[in-house]
């Protein structure tokens, strides 16, 4: 028998954790905005140090010269940048200690569901790898495919995540009302999720182009990054509009079958909210000279989509009684 108490402060502890990766998520994509993805170009020092200068003059003056024999040419010190990014290694890093300690408290299962402690011990070795890739990513130079691998892992460590902390929730998610779902409902969802996914994908490859529209631009003139967008780009574009009527049709099939304040309600409601503002970011992007602010916010929700439309999915696969 499983301590209520320790349950609810695994549940607490875990939620906590996702909020936290979704944090580092955001952070990553203001350092990915803003260019300061090499304000750090070792790791895991910062420019050889454990905490980073304040200013160029407590470097090296040939540091110059020592950073282009690593392969980092045109390397320049900038006191902004550096900061972004080591803030950004802080928050992973105080991240990675709340995923150890969540694995630790999933301890509590294995003599209940030992499924629950084996996914957070995947996703704390997850976490590792995810550690390492990051200095990859750092170590090529901040090659796209290496940054896009980078955040679709961070997406599945909180898909694992969520999996994680609804499964040890399953006797009270078992009581949500899920006798109306039909099969056509559960098929809209599982390619509503297909689609979330397909326009990340999407997504990340904008993104590699933007990085190199950024580039050429030294990340400014902002302005006119849209003249050279990809096709691709108008393609991820229009589909936005296929995935909100499909999700719109999901939130609306949930509000008309469930009650005022009911868990599968406010995560409709919810996600109806996260599209729409993913929207409004990309709208900002596309016609406002794409401002730095709304790149991390545009990646946070589609992010944030995915996860709120994986829960839907582990709820009602739960209360149908069906295991997820």
């Known amino acids: 028998m499983i301590d209520p108490l ?5 549940r607490r ?12 998520i955001l952070v990553g994509g203001i350092v990915r905005a803003s260019g300061a993805g090499m304000g750090c170009p070792d790791w895991p020092t910062c420019f050889g140090q454990w905490v980073p200068p304040t200013d160029e003059a407590q470097l090296p003056a040939n540091y110059h010269e020592i950073y282009a024999q690593r392969g980092y040419e045109n ?15 802080l928050i992973g890093a105080s991240t990675g200690l709340l995923i150890l300690l969540t694995a630790w408290a999933s301890r509590i299962y294995l003599k209940g569901d030992k499924g629950i402690f084996y996914l957070a011990v995947t996703v ?10 990051g200095s990859a990513v750092v170590a090529s130079n901040l090659k796209p495919l290496m940054i896009t691998l980078h955040m679709l892992l961070a997406l599945g460590i909180v898909a694992l995540l969520i999996y994680a902390i609804a499964r ?8 949500l009302d899920g006798g ?17 996914l397909l326009q990340v994908a999407m997504g990340t490859q904008v993104r590699e182009s933007v990085d190199f529209i950024a580039h050429q631009h030294s990340y400014i003139d902002r302005q006119f990054w849209r003249d050279s967008f990809p096709i691709i780009f108008y393609v991820h574009r229009s589909f936005s509009s296929v995935i909100l009527f499909t999700n ?3 939130a609306w099939q949930i509000v008309a079958h469930t009650s005022p304040g009911s868990l599968l309600r406010r995560m409709a409601y919810a996600l109806c909210v996260l599209i729409v503002t993913a929207i409004l970011a990309g709208v900002s992007l596309d016609r406002l000279g794409f401002p730095a602010a709304a790149q991390p916010l545009h990646l946070l929700m589609a992010n944030l989509i995915f996860g709120a439309q994986f829960f839907i999915w582990i709820c009602l696969k739960y209360a149908s ?4």
């Not at 940048?81 to 803030?87: A, G, H, L, P, S």
């Not at 704390?124 to 890739?133: I, M, R, S």
């Not at 040890?168 to 009581?175: D, G, I, K, R, V």
């Not at 109306?180 to 979330?196: E, S």
Request: charged share 10%; glycine share 6%; proline share 5%.
């Open 321 to 324: 009684g069906r295991p997820a």
């Open 180 to 196: 109306w779902q039909t099969p056509r409902f559960a098929l809209v969802l599982k390619i509503a999720i297909g689609m979330t």
């Open 6 to 10: 320790a349950a609810a402060r695994f």
């Open 13 to 24: 502890l875990g939620t906590l954790t996702i909020f936290a990766v979704y944090f580092v």
């Open 248 to 250: 719109l049709w999901l």
């Open 124 to 133: 704390f070795l997850l976490v590792g790898f995810q550690g390492w890739l």
């Open 75 to 89: 390397t320049t010190f900038n006191p902004v940048k550096t900061w972004t990014e080591y803030t950004n290694r």
């Open 168 to 175: 040890s929730q399953q006797p009270l998610l078992a009581q």
